[in-house]
DNA sequence: CCCAGTTGGTGCGACTTCGTACTATACTGT
DNA sequence: ACAGTATAGTACGAAGTCGCACCAACTGGG
């Protein structure tokens, strides 16, 4: 896994940590920015953000999910989820069912726009992902794993 | 490194994962989520959230930076690298001082101020990286060259 | 030199995030 | 039945993000 230093062609190289920050919570910071700024890109034509697309993805994987579910998932304030629902509905991307069990409660689910949308995002997101992997080789398994731990530690490290 | 399943205590398990999206990128989402979310809670009483956190140790650890090194550390935009500069320089945390070489620049440095809030800000990060530490265990080398691994091949899928 | 093109940063404005309050509905024990 | 409390979601406003347009300073070919 470790020293797979291919740089190939020119592309442009990451700084490099100094060890002092080398902790797993600076990487994850490293990680995640990176990350949001490439889907932040290889998206834009489609209309959303990396965000975005990962709860489109929740939406259409689950069917359909309610703002306390969304709100989990994203690790984000139930206000946060409220901007989303309401932005989701203005593009025609979303719509709420009514829940008969607590009716303080509604489930949101793509429409066929939302559908859509997702979909052309789709086609940009698949080969960014497939470049990633690509890079990652047969490391790939091993990162999911320690993708998977980790989460896992925040959660018992008092996420709520 | 797979199967810990030593759940403790009440604590809240993360929601599962549906097969269709357990990718890599999707992976990298919920954990960058998830440890936002914690940190920024963490951080709170200290006036920082966790990119600023970030930010403050990356000055404190290289000999202060330019907007440019710290765009390409955060993956942000240079206008957004202008807004936490000002934010810091108006807080009191950082100052300027002149580029000789290139005039067009500067090199932003945390003053003494910004060094006290960064010790402030570490004394509550340093718990919360222990207890991720903690829960991951004898993984943690291979969750930290697996980070490594992940930035390196997002820089190779074209991160600019 | 010198000027065309590149690179480092910023002002501004549209949009996003999320804390504080608040309402509405659901549970709990008595 | 019915407080009292807990939970689901929202309105609003302050603060943050970032695209667009821009200026200033560097660089390289002629």
Redesign the pocket.
């Known amino acids: 896994m470790r020293d797979r230093s291919t740089s190939v062609k020119g592309q442009s190289e990451p700084p490099a940590i100094d060890e002092r920050l080398d902790n797993v919570l600076f990487n994850v910071w490293l990680v995640s920015r990176a990350t949001?700024g490439l889907l932040?890109r290889a998206l834009r034509p489609a209309g959303l953000d990396g965000?975005e697309f990962a709860l489109y993805s929740l939406l259409l994987a689950g069917d359909g999910a309610?703002?306390?579910?969304l709100?989990r998932w994203m690790a984000?304030?139930?206000?946060?989820?409220?901007?989303?629902?309401?932005?989701l509905e203005r593009r025609g991307h979303a719509e709420r069912e009514a829940n008969a069990?607590?009716?303080?409660?509604?489930r949101l689910r793509l429409t066929e726009a939302g559908q859509a949308a997702h979909a052309e995002a789709a086609a940009l997101f698949l080969p960014a992902l497939a470049a990633v992997r690509a890079g990652l080789g047969r490391d790939e398994g091993a990162v999911t794993d320690a993708l998977h731990a980790v989460r896992q530690s925040l959660y018992a490290a008092g996420d709520p």
Chains 1, 2 share one sequence.
């Open positions: 949001n932040d965000d309610t703002p306390s579910d709100a984000a304030p139930p206000t946060t989820v409220s901007s989303y629902v309401k932005r069990d607590d009716r303080r409660s509604y």
